[in-house]
Nanobody, 119 residues
Framework: VQLQACGGGLVQIGDSLRLSCRAF???????????WGWYRQTPGKERELIAT???????NYAEAVKGRFTISRDNANKRVFLQMNSLAPEDTAVYYC???????????WGQGTQVTVSS
């Protein structure tokens, strides 16, 4: 299984980005029941969970991103998305998707995608 995140980039304050993550090598029957999450990590800090979406599409967000980020999923194509609006410098990090219930113990971390918000 490979979790490939993409869509990051260098943006300015207030810009938007849409991240995408695809679960390669995972069959649909395994993908669908998973509560998926987006995590982010900055140098010297622990990877933090910022958004989750259950199989029933119930979402939950960390306070730092609530109201600005939206997580969604496409089960048919085994993808998870993160719409990020009103980006701020503190959102600068490498973003990853993975099982939202396993936390940092989740397996198969990909390389993530770098988001840099320029001030």
């Amino acid at each position: 299984v490979q979790l490939q995140a993409c869509g990051g980039g260098l943006v300015q304050i207030g810009d938007s980005l849409r991240l995408s993550c695809r679960a390669f090598g995972m069959i649909t029957s395994v993908f669908n029941p998973i509560t998926w999450g987006w995590y982010r990590q900055t140098p010297g800090k622990e990877r933090e969970l910022i958004a989750t979406i259950t199989r029933d599409r119930v979402t939950n967000y960390a306070e730092a991103v609530k109201g600005r980020f939206t997580i969604s999923r496409d089960n048919a194509n085994k993808r998870v998305f993160l719409q990020m609006n009103s980006l701020a410098p503190e959102d600068t990090a490498v973003y990853y998707c993975n099982d939202g219930q396993l936390g940092i113990t989740a397996p198969n971390w990909g390389q993530g995608t770098q988001v840099t918000v320029s001030s």
